[in-house]
Every structure is written in C-alpha cells, then in structure tokens.
C-alpha cells in the first residue's frame, strides 16, 4: 500500500452492500469471502476505495444501521478473520477499505438497550435518551416520515419514552453519557486495529438534543467528532473519516471544522463529506436541459480546508433524497422521477440510475461525467457502473439493493440459491441482458466507458486537487466549468440537453494552446486564441478539455 495522507484527494470510491453483491456459500447472501473473491473485478474498474454498508451483527430491521453488537461480524456476512483476509487482500491489489461507523443509535435488541429498558435504575438506563414526555425536542423533523409519527416511543415496563432519529428499533445513544462517548470511539479503535482505511460516519447531525434547538449540527456535536478525529490522527493518521450530514452546504462545511475564514487552515473534523446539496440538482439539471441550479449551489458552497475533500454522488443505497431543495421543487422532482405511486419514499425516490434516467446511455455517461469532473471524490454506487435497474415493489429501500448482476446464468453468477431479494429479470434491465461478464467482453459497453472515466480522471490530478471556475451561462444548456491549479487547467462542457448546442467561451488566457480532450471523444480542436472559443456539442455531449 502506497503511504500519501492525502489520498482520498483523487480518490476512487466504490459502495458496497455486502448482502447483494456476491455469495460464496450459497444461503442466497452476499458475504465477505464473496466479495474478496470479486476484488480483482473493482481493481479493474479502478477502484481506490471500498464502503461497506454495516456488516455487524443485527436484526436487520433497518438491513444492519440498526447494529446489535459492534465487535462482530453478522453471522451471514462470515468472520472477523473472513473481514481481516478481505482488508488485506484489497490491500494487495492498493485498495482500501472503509466500513460504517454507525454513532448516533444501536438496535433495540443492542444488550445495552435490553438492559436500559429494564428498569430506571439500570446501569444502562443512561446509554439512551429517555423521558417522561414525548413533548421535548419538538423541533426535531422526523426523517422516516412515512413510517414513524414521532421521535419518541413509550416503552410500556418503564412509562418512560424514548428517543429516536429513525426506525423505532433504533433508538438513539446518549452522547451526553461519557461512557457512551468513550465506548464508541473504543468501537473506532477496535475496527481500525483490524486493519481499516477509516469510516462513513453514519447520520451524524443528530449525536446531540438541545430543547430550542431541531437538534442538528449541535456545538456539542462537533466537539466529539473533532475528538473522534484527534483520535484518528493520533493513532491511525492515514485513515479517514467520511461524514454523512445530509444538510446545505454551509451547514455541512462546520464538519470539515478548520476555519471557515481561512481554507489554508487544515480541517480537524470530517476528511470528507457528501455534497447532499448538488446531487439532485445534476438531476434537474438533466430534466430541464438547465445548468442554473448546479452553478448556483456550488456558488452557495464554501470553499473547504486544503486537506478535506467533498465526496460527490449521483446514487447510493438510500431513496434519492430530496431533503435539500425546496419545497417547490421537491414536487417538481416528484414529477419529473417519480411518476409511479411506489417511486416516492419518505422525502426522497427509491430508484436507480438507469431507470431515473430513461436507461438512456448518453444521459448516463453525461451524469457521470458530471459526477466525475466537479470537485470532490467520486463514488460509484455498486451496479450502477453496468446500469443495473431496480424493484420498486420490494420492502423499504431494498429495490435499490437487489443482487448484483455478474452474469446471463441462473442466480446471475451472485449466488446458487434463491437470493435474499428477487434478482431483476426483467426485459429491459435483467440479469439476462445487463451483467457484469457481458460488459467485460464489449469494448462499447458502459462499464468500459465507466472505467475509462476513472482511468482518465485518476490521470488527471487537477480534478481531485483544482479549484473549480463556472464558465459564464450564456447557454443554459450547458454546464461547463474550469478545474485548475498552477500548472493545469481542464474544461469540462456538459450538454444538458437532447439537441445539439453550440457554446463559446473566452478561453484567452490559454492562447496558442491547442485543447486535447483527455477521453479522446474528439480527434482534432482548433487552437484556442484571443477571440471567444466555439465548441459544437451534440445532444448530451461531453467533453474533458486539457487547455494548459
Ligand atoms: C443513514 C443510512 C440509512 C439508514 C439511516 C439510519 O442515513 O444511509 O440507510 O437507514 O442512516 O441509520
């Protein structure tokens, strides 16, 4: 493994949810022996770093965020020592590893709460939020909204209530217990001595309630992550901390901690956080053959400390949350992707890229283009580098989350027994048509065209490392925008739409150069020179233009 604190700056990131992606021995679940069987498959893709969804012993009612013991592997998932062997064989192949480090809440069936709930006087009683009224903390939202009416549940041996962000069954620790804080960092430890890059910090806004407050992004809450970070530091100084505070974005810098006045002040908090606020803007964006949106909230970003990084997305394992837009366009959202009554879920829409995007391939290389060319490290949700499709009729968020599709065979090459959720057959998306072992073979196929984006962009410093200038909109239909530092300068033009546009930019400062488009889409450009540069693009055309 190549030593570079630093380097999730350019960095690849790949999601996996363990249980669908590939199972070894044939009880219809992904496990970690399955996926280190697939490593060589995401070292070809270019992969830099692996997430893996919880993998902890759980009763699965929120498919393993509701964690019952933190020192364990889930029993379908395999060992401890099947999780060492998968770390150290990423490692071999220089790819990294991060697991979930699930903070705010256990499971109810967590021994902690078993014995919170008991009585009163337990030792644990302290280890949760509890109260004799479901009146505090009113200005707390409900996140699961179309399951749970209320942050507080009464739990019948005691009159008591108790506190809880999301599923009933999980219910919120309590961080202004010591020893809570204290035991979750020795949680920290405990996985970062198995060998681990780091962690995505689940759910982090709500660690703390303060009444008056809606309970995010609370003073108090950053104070222990800046200590969790410390902690990092101190021990493990390669490791990283990804945030996952699905908030705006000047509400999301504070976890980059640093000094909001000065970037050259290195963040003390979160390595990273997830751009929550621009992803269903690249949606709209697509929709309406409309750059406004993406420009103007990347404009409302703050810049963030030299050694943090955003991590950017277009889907991942969740609904495609629509908690950061307005109201006016959450419904317009609603509209233009979620046509179908089972599409909508809680403030969000459970589907994936392909389908969200018409399963039209230049809409979902212009997607990803986008996601791989704005600033932050990119990451890729599993499946969606073959342009999987989704279940919308299954449980919960599972239809988002069915197995991955490896090849045309029976079981899709994911597992020899019924799968744990029904495998995608379907004319358009199944696993007959859309798999891994086809793509491999057809040099026109989108995992090639996926895993020439990341060879490029890994080739490319200055999109992990540039500033980022937003070329004036004089076509809206147009995304374009400048990543440079010093040395290197690329322009990255998007065309928004399914007609051809034409858009000129005063490119001046690079006059003499002749472009090269890094993805090798177009043969030959004209010089650049003092006179507004004209670029034709086709509908839903991108280009990568190295112009210094
Ligand atoms: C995060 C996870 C989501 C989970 C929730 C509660 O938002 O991404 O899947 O349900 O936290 O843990």
New binding site residues.
């Given amino acids: 493994m190549k030593t570079d604190s630093l380097w999730y700056k350019n960095a690849i990131f790949y999601e996996v949810h363990l249980r669908s992606f590939c199972d070894s021995n044939g009880d219809g679940k992904g496990d970690l022996p399955g996926l280190t069987s697939k490593l060589d498959y995401l070292q070809e893709l270019g992969v830099d770093c692996l997430w893996l969804?919880p993998m902890f012993p759980s009763p699965l009612k929120?498919?393993g965020?509701?964690i019952a013991d933190y020192h364990h592997i889930h029993p379908d998932y395999g060992t401890v020592e099947d999780f060492e062997r998968l770390v150290s064989e990423a490692h071999a192949r220089g790819m990294r590893v991060i697991a979930d480090l699930?903070l705010?809440?256990t499971s109810d069936l967590h021994p902690w709460f078993v014995e919170s709930r008991k009585s009163k006087d337990s030792p644990y009683r302290d280890y949760y939020v509890w109260s004799d009224s479901d009146r505090k903390y009113k200005e707390a939202r409900i996140?699961?909204l179309d399951t749970e009416s209320s942050n507080w549940t009464l739990d019948p041996a005691t009159n008591q209530y108790y506190w809880h962000?999301?599923?009933s069954s999980?219910p919120d620790l309590n961080y202004d217990n010591p020893v809570v804080a204290d035991t979750m960092i020795d949680v920290l430890r405990f996985w970062m001595d198995k060998g681990i890059d780091g962690f995505r910090a689940?759910?982090v806004p709500y660690l703390f309630e303060r009444e008056g407050t809606n309970c995010e992004n609370l003073p108090e809450t950053h104070d222990y992550l800046k200590r969790v970070r410390r902690v990092l530091n101190e021990e493990y100084p390669e490791a990283i901390l990804l945030g996952?505070a699905?908030q705006w974005p000047w509400d999301l810098r504070p976890y980059f901690g640093g000094d909001e006045a000065d970037p050259t002040v290195p963040g003390n908090e979160f390595h990273m956080a997830f751009h929550f606020p621009v992803m269903p803007r690249i949606f709209k964006a697509l929709a309406l053959g409309d750059a406004t949106d993406v420009i103007d909230i990347m404009h409302k970003t703050p810049a963030i400390p030299h050694n943090s990084q955003w991590c950017v997305f277009l889907r991942?394992?969740?609904e495609l949350t629509l908690e950061m837009v307005t109201p006016e366009d959450r419904e317009l959202m609603w509209k233009l992707y979620a046509p179908h009554p089972r599409m909508p879920l809680n403030l969000g829409i459970r589907r994936r890229l392909a389908p969200l995007l018409d399963n039209d391939r230049r809409k979902i290389e212009l997607a990803n283009s986008i996601l791989f060319t704005l600033p932050g490290a990119p990451i890729i949700y599993y499946g969606d580098e073959i342009g999987m499709g989704d279940n919308i009729f299954l449980f919960d968020?599972n239809g988002v989350r069915t197995p991955m599709q490896w090849t045309a065979e029976p079981g899709a090459g994911f597992s020899t027994a019924e799968p744990w959720a029904s495998l995608i057959d379907d004319a358009e998306y199944g696993y007959q048509k859309i798999n891994v072992a086809a793509q491999q073979n057809d040099p026109a196929s989108l995992f090639n065209t996926m895993k020439h984006f990341v060879s490029v962009r890994k080739a490319t410093p200055v999109l992990g490392w540039g500033a980022c200038d937003f070329m004036p909109l004089t076509n809206k239909a147009v995304l374009a925008y400048l990543r440079h530092t010093e040395r290197e300068a690329v322009l990255a033009v998007h065309n928004l739409t399914g007609r051809p546009q034409t858009v000129q930019f005063d490119l001046s400062e690079f006059a003499g150069r002749v472009p090269v488009d890094l993805l090798g889409r177009r043969d030959s450009l004209p010089e650049i020179s003092t006179v507004p540069y004209g670029i034709n693009l086709e509908p839903f055309d991108y280009l990568w233009l190295k112009v210094s």
Avoid: K
């Fill in positions: 969804l929120d498919d965020y509701d699930v705010n809440h996140i699961f962000r999301f599923y999980q689940d759910a996952e699905n991942n394992h969740d968020r």
